[in-house]
């Protein structure tokens, strides 16, 4: 085979070789789910549907997960002034793990009108992951603390997860044994709305691996060429 033709295949070989381990990459997956609340307020029980979206992008050793509402849920019956409402919600883990994570965000940054559905900020934690595998989050309940009184709503509908990662534990350790919440870290953040994928560290790392693969065949075209070379210059 000519110089030309097996650098051609060689450069064919690293760029299919880099293809390969990102489709074989861990995918991660999120939807927007519609969930049905019923709200125990001071005033009795309300019910309120709302989209959910919940993203998490890779942080550290751990996940940034951020819990966001497309639509207002509960209201009260008087006027809530700048600060007066404080959110915080917990996420439902399953899969690979189990528990639930704690999420929270910033009071209201504006007045909401009385008998007005009370529009959630984004809510974020923190997700380190205990174990290996496919970990689902699943919206939970949801606390709106206003003008000292305490608002409580649940999901009714049993609704599916809205966020799917392929994570994996500090260690590598896979099916080991936990208990109890998963730690959580919040502030306040702008997630948006809508489905996105997640970016994800197992998915980073294939890109990584995919380049190194291109690299080394890469490396070895060229040393192909100088040895093609010398021996064309020993005939000589």
């Known amino acids: 085979m000519s110089y030309p033709k097996r650098t051609a295949a060689l450069a064919s070989a690293a760029a299919l070789a880099g293809a390969a381990v990102l489709l074989a990459a861990p995918a991660a997956h999120a939807d927007v789910v519609d969930v049905n609340y019923q709200c125990k307020t001071p005033i009795g029980q309300k019910r309120a549907l709302s989209p959910i979206d919940i993203k998490g992008v890779r942080s550290g050793s751990g996940y940034r997960i951020t ?6 849920v509960s209201s ?10 404080s959110p915080s919600a917990t996420i439902r883990l399953g899969g690979a793990d189990s528990g639930t994570l704690a999420v929270s965000g910033p009071p209201n940054a504006a007045a909401i009108p009385a008998n007005t559905p009370i529009k959630i900020s984004d809510l974020t934690g923190t997700y380190t992951p205990r174990k290996t595998g496919k970990v689902t989050f699943t919206a939970a309940t949801l606390t709106i ?10 999901p009714t509908n049993n609704p599916k997860p809205s966020l799917t990662l392929d994570v994996t534990a500090a260690g590598g350790a896979s099916n080991a ?4 919440s ?16 997640p970016q994800t560290g197992p998915e980073d790392s294939a890109v990584a691996l995919g380049t190194l693969g291109g690299t080394v065949l890469l490396a070895g075209a060229a040393g192909d060429l100088w040895l093609t070379r010398r021996n064309q210059a020993v005939r000589r």
């Open 67 to 72: 819990m966001s509402w497309q639509k207002g």
């Open 76 to 85: 009260s019956p008087v006027e809530l002034g700048k600060g007066a409402m």
């Open 145 to 154: 603390k206003a003008l000292g009184t305490t608002t409580t709503c649940t």
């Open 177 to 180: 044994s936990s208990s109890g």
């Open 182 to 197: 998963s730690s959580a870290s919040s502030s306040g953040g702008s997630g948006g709305s809508g489905a996105q994928l």
